[in-house]
């Protein structure tokens, strides 16, 4: 509930996680394809982060780590965190990893989500500040929500300044001021 | 907390850091004859001819645009200062040169309007641009060393280079805060955090000037109000029923176009 408005906290909470239900379930259609509209004791299904977070709480299911956490992406990352495409992975990560981490109980996802944002913090840097556009377009769908946040704040940031350095008009119109008065009759 | 432009990002315009540039003091040589000047922040004048005095940047720039006083250029802004400074702003990785706090605002003001009181002003214009070139790529540079550290500390940075660089260090920061300390996280709504986030020891970056910036807008107005109603002339031209005479105001009101359309 911390940001109850924030859009991106919203979408963050939509990935999906990979649960195990320890309670059947009468009467909910999670899987469309599914005869019956109920949920056996014990099986495995991918719900919603929100959806799922109540459930944990109620003790309904259990929840497994998802796979963008999962052993390979940790060796990508290891072996170079900066050319490693997360957004494909969770556009959300590193807020979803802050979120699932007390979940699952994986202690090791935060130490793997600063590691990463270390690595790829250095990487958006030099991007952001010096590289054109054009060949840091490619390098920019790799990065995550907040990753390219970050990056466009820096570029936003530097065009502003040189736009107040080349100058141009210093003084705007307000556009009240054009107008004519029309003549009361 | 932070500029009026954009409220989201919490950064200045450079448009709002050149404004809080101009309250910085100046040396100027009037050519007319007035009173001292009584202002909130302060008594500047009397004006006498060719006895040179010290006042805001505003007011010497307004006067310089009447063409009422010539503005002489403060003394780090000479050829060889700069290329001193230019050498070991080169040579020096990790430091930054002691440069005026406000140095590329007012930089930016004199070329723009005392071009004639600036000399060698082609040369110091672009020894001034390189040391900011300079000292840019060095900010940069020095900012790829922090790695999940709480506290950066990057002594002599100008105004306008903490403004570029503030959206992306506020933010990356936050991120570093973020994942050292996932337990620490205040769980609460991000407007009633102030307090937690102080106690927390949170990374903000802050420039002092910030809470000053509010009290300063109103006084310049005031000021250019009491210019013009000083000035005999302006019943001429200021009819305030008139069509024209309302777009006058208004410019006045709203801008910094208090090109008010009366002489001195």
Known sequence: MANYYNIDDILAEEEFVPVVFHKAANGVVIDPSSETNSVEQGAKVELPLWLAQELYLRQAISISVPACFSQRTRLEIQADAACVDLKSR?????EFGCKIAPLVGDKTIEILLLSAFKIRYKEILTKAYTAVFTTTSKFLTLLTKEETNLYEAAQASMAAF???RMGGPRLQRASVLGRKRKPLD | MAGQSDPHISLFSAEEVEFMAEDELIEIV???RMDPLNFICGDFGPFLPQIATQV????AVA????????IRPPQWMSVENLTQVLERERESQGAFQVLPFHYVEISRLLFDHARDDIPDMYMVRSLIEDIRDVRIHKVETSLEKF?????????????MEVNIIR?????????????????????????????????????????AEEFYNYIQVSKRFFFFFWFAAATEEITNHFQPASDEGTSVLLETLFGESYLVPFSL
């Open chain 2, 63 to 70: 006067l310089k645009k009447r063409g009422k006083c010539a």
């Open chain 1, 90 to 94: 969770s556009p959300y990560f590193y």
């Open chain 2, 30 to 32: 009037p050519n007319l």
């Open chain 1, 162 to 164: 040189k736009k107040w």
């Open chain 2, 147 to 159: 790695s999940g550290t709480s506290a950066v500390k990057i002594p002599n940075l100008s105004a």
């Open chain 2, 167 to 207: 959206p992306f260090v506020g933010r990356a920061l936050q991120a570093f805060y973020k994942h050292d300390n996932p337990e620490k996280i205040p769980d609460v709504d991000r407007a009633s955090s102030a307090q937690t986030r102080a106690a927390n020891n949170e990374p903000r970056m802050i420039m």
């Open chain 2, 56 to 59: 805001p940047f505003w007011l």
